[in-house]
């Protein structure tokens, strides 16, 4: 993986740990680092997320829409945070646990608008799979099973492009996604919201947890820096 050099400071740093150390997204949307959460739809079901500490959030859904068109993302979990239009980002995370639940994903999301959106979500715990969402319609690159069940993600957002990234753990290189690099679409190229999703379709409860989130952002026409982790 090569990321273009950059001196440029965060614009969102990690907050001190005792802001997240009991942070109730349900009670509290605006908690810790993160500046909102959409609790999804319940029709069909119930989408909600659980907790959000210092060591990891975790997020279980039911009944919440998994990709396959551009709207049933609307209806999943999602906890985020804002980067305006003209600052490049970097936003990592490991997934440490995911549910085998049939259609259950969770991983990092971006959101432009309703319609445009890009992911990158472990598969049940067995495999990845990069998502775009423009006004054309869903593209979509997944391997085959037998991935890392522990994998560490990375989209970023650099010169017009949208990059992603994997790695099987910590001590190991990071390798770019099949389909990276992106050139995502207008809405992606705006303020856009990061931050984390789960999503099952089907009405058994399905979970994923997470550590070592991380986001970097670039000042106004810099370049973002690789940041360090806000839940380690």
Wanted: glycine residues 12%.
């Amino acid at each position: 993986m090569t990321l273009r050099p950059s001196g440029a400071p965060l614009t969102l740093t990690p907050p001190p740990a005792a802001s997240t150390a009991a942070c109730d997204l349900l009670a509290t949307p605006q908690c810790g680092t993160w500046e909102g959460v959409h609790l999804g739809s319940t029709a069909g079901g119930t989408c909600k997320v659980e907790r959000l500490s210092q060591e990891a959030i975790h997020i279980t859904s039911e009944g919440c829409g998994v990709s396959g068109d551009s709207t049933t993302l609307e209806t999943g979990p999602f906890v985020f945070q804002r980067v305006e239009a003209g600052q490049d980002l970097v936003v990592t995370v490991q997934v440490d646990a995911a549910s085998s639940v049939q259609w259950s994903e969770g991983g990092l999301l971006v959101k432009g608008d309703e319609s445009e959106w890009l992911a990158l979500r472990s598969v049940q715990g067995l495999r990845l799979a990069l998502d775009l969402s423009t006004r054309d319609g869903l593209a979509r690159w997944e391997e085959e099973e037998g991935g890392e069940p522990q994998p560490w993600v990375r989209l970023a957002r650099q010169g017009g492009l949208w990059y992603a990234w994997w790695r099987p753990s910590n001590d190991e290189a990071w390798d770019e996604r099949p389909g990276s690099p992106l050139g995502a679409g207008s809405a992606l190229d705006g303020a856009v919201l990061v931050g984390l999703t789960q999503q099952t379709s089907t009405p058994n409860v399905a979970a994923a947890s997470f550590t070592h989130y991380g986001l970097g952002v670039s000042a106004p026409g810099g370049e973002a820096a690789v940041p360090p982790p806000v839940l380690a």
